[in-house]
């Protein structure tokens, strides 16, 4: 089976004056696999997934996401994925419906599918009680559930999570991730940064950017082989400590 | 002791942040107040810093009392808060001078301190807070809180969104600072980092769940854990949640942690489960205990 890459980035660069944020990076995704991209604060990973979602101009290289790129269909990209992350996800003040309704309409959803999606949504997520409450009262767990099934309402081909779990109380945490294995197992590509190395485990190939570079690339299982520890927090201490 | 606090409680409205509240942090400990958003942490650490008056219950920081003494206190701590809170308008130096002023001490006076801890920003010292990197704000932040030789030091979430390597420099930062007799009282959502305090108090939905040493409290799980593993991850996750006997069922890392609600329990038994369901390359071996099996066990 040939698998189909939803993501294709080469030597992708992006230069701020003469600092150099990403540096060349080539790395592809396949359409259902769980991606993780790791890496220390301010090795630029933040300004990579910036370019991969159609917000930020490449300086050199190419990149193809969901089938469209980055410097001539940026809008095509931002219409075919999900993204969410801690600092960003829903608005405080609305409620749970109007928030659901407001990005659904962003997506460019019709009211009829909009409203049905609310529906199955709310149930799923067991949020009837508080449907009409302003969504800064839920607990952060609650909220990024939320988050994240708001993110797929349009039916993306890829989701980018930035940080979904920080701060998150342990259960609720399982609980996301295991959300998103059944998004994964419908066919949609997850793209996740964490800086919870367990959860790196669950990713199906893990990247670790140092300044600006992806130094390692694999599955969780041949990183550790490769530099020879027993979990992926030693693979990330021994990599990014140099 | 350094900290007591007895039966403390505060709400804000109908929300119930902290609910009888009681713990002590001895002279030159390093005590970690274990959980996730929302649990009270930022509440609580408030409160002991004087900037927000508790519902009820006493507590006394640095021998000080909280409500008559408030001014001593604030003179003799030092307080980091989650959010960012320097100013972004000064530089690294004007921010450093400025806390040392209002504490009424200087940089010099204070500076061994710090040094080891300022001297990775100093080169950086006339660039703007506001302009600083996430890890350089983190270090004046805390070079700001150390500057006047508090005794007591509050870090409230000092490590949240920060990667592994910077999270164990930090920690090994205050290491060094505890050695130096200063007393901290640090908050974390990261349960890897409980096993770095001292003693720690789990906490969550304003109550403390559990409060002893990290081994101690591992210790006190009550059942034993097996780590199981195979080809399909989210259809193990999926099978073990629907096997009858089954207590808890948590992913951990490249393995799942799986109790059994009986006490004699044939691991044959789960793995020929497993195997009817499809399963390939299955693991199940005994494992050892985490402050985070631990938590979610007594958060359930």
Not at chain 1, 136 to 163: R, Y
Not at chain 2, 250 to 258: K, L, M, N, S
Not at chain 2, 264 to 272: D, I, V
């Amino acid at each position: 089976m040939i698998k189909q890459n939803v993501i294709e980035a080469t030597q992708l660069t992006k230069k701020f004056g003469n600092f150099t944020a990403v540096n060349a990076i080539t790395f592809k995704v396949a359409k259902g696999e769980i991606f993780g991209f790791l890496g220390a604060n301010g090795a630029g990973k933040t300004t990579a997934m910036k370019m991969l979602i159609g917000i930020s101009n490449p300086t050199s290289g190419q990149a193809n996401v969901a089938g469209f790129d980055v410097y001539k269909n940026a809008e095509d990209i931002k219409k075919n994925i999900g993204y969410m992350s801690q600092k960003f996800a829903l608005y405080d003040d609305l409620t749970v419906k109007e928030n659901i309704t407001f990005f659904g309409g962003i997506y460019g959803l019709k009211r009829a599918v909009i409203k049905e999606k609310a529906t199955v949504l709310i149930d799923e997520l067991g949020l009837h009680d508080v449907a009409n409450d302003l969504v800064g009262s839920l607990p952060l767990g609650w909220k990024q559930k939320l988050a994240f099934s708001v993110a797929l309402l349009h039916n993306p081909k890829i989701i980018f999570l930035d940080e979904p779990t920080g701060g998150v109380d342990p259960i609720t945490r399982r609980q996301f991730w295991e959300l998103i294995y059944k998004t994964a197992d419908n066919g949609t590509t997850v793209f996740v940064t964490t800086h919870y190395m367990d959860e790196a485990e669950y990713c199906d190939r893990v990247s670790i950017m140092v300044d600006g570079k992806i130094e390692a690339l694999d599955t969780p299982k041949k990183l550790k082989e490769q530099f020879k520890v027993n979990s992926m927090n030693d693979v990330f201490l021994k990599l990014a400590r140099g | 002791m350094s900290i007591t606090v007895s039966h403390i409680s505060k709400s804000y409205g109908k929300v119930t942040a902290l609910k009888d509240i009681s713990f002590d942090v001895k002279k030159g400990e390093l005590f970690g107040l274990i959980g996730p958003d929302g649990a009270g942490k930022t509440t609580l650490f408030r409160i002991l810093t004087t900037l927000l008056f508790a519902d009820e219950g006493t507590a006394t920081v640095a021998g000080y009392d909280l409500v008559n003494d408030y001014k001593k206190i604030r003179s003799h701590v030092g307080y980091m808060p989650g959010r960012f809170s320097l100013y972004q308008d000064l530089t690294v130096e004007e921010n450093l001078n400025f806390f040392a002023t209002i504490f009424g001490t200087t940089i010099e006076e204070n500076y061994d301190l710090i040094k080891e801890i300022y001297v990775q920003i100093e080169p950086f010292k006339t660039r703007r807070a506001g302009k600083l990197s996430g890890g350089m704000k983190q270090k004046l932040a805390l070079s700001c809180a150390l500057i006047h030789k508090p005794k007591v030091l509050f870090l409230d979430e000092p490590t949240t969104g920060v990667d592994p390597v910077s999270r164990k420099e930090f920690w090994e930062m205050l290491k060094r600072l505890q050695q130096k007799g200063i007393t901290i009282l640090v908050s974390t959502p990261y349960m890897d980092e409980a096993a770095l305090c001292d003693r720690i108090a789990l906490i969550q939905d304003g109550k403390i769940l559990e409060i002893d040493t990290p081994e101690a409290i591992v210790k006190h799980y009550p059942k034993k854990i097996y780590d199981v593993r195979s080809d399909h991850m989210y259809k193990l996750i999926l099978d073990l949640n629907a096997f009858q006997h089954k207590h808890s069922v948590y992913p951990f890392g490249e393995f799942v942690h799986y109790t059994d609600t009986r006490e004699a329990f044939n691991t044959a038994e789960l793995e020929n489960y497993l195997k009817e369901k499809g399963h390939q390359n299955i693991i199940i071996k005994p494992t050892k205990t985490t402050i985070e099996d631990t938590f979610m066990e007594l958060a359930k």
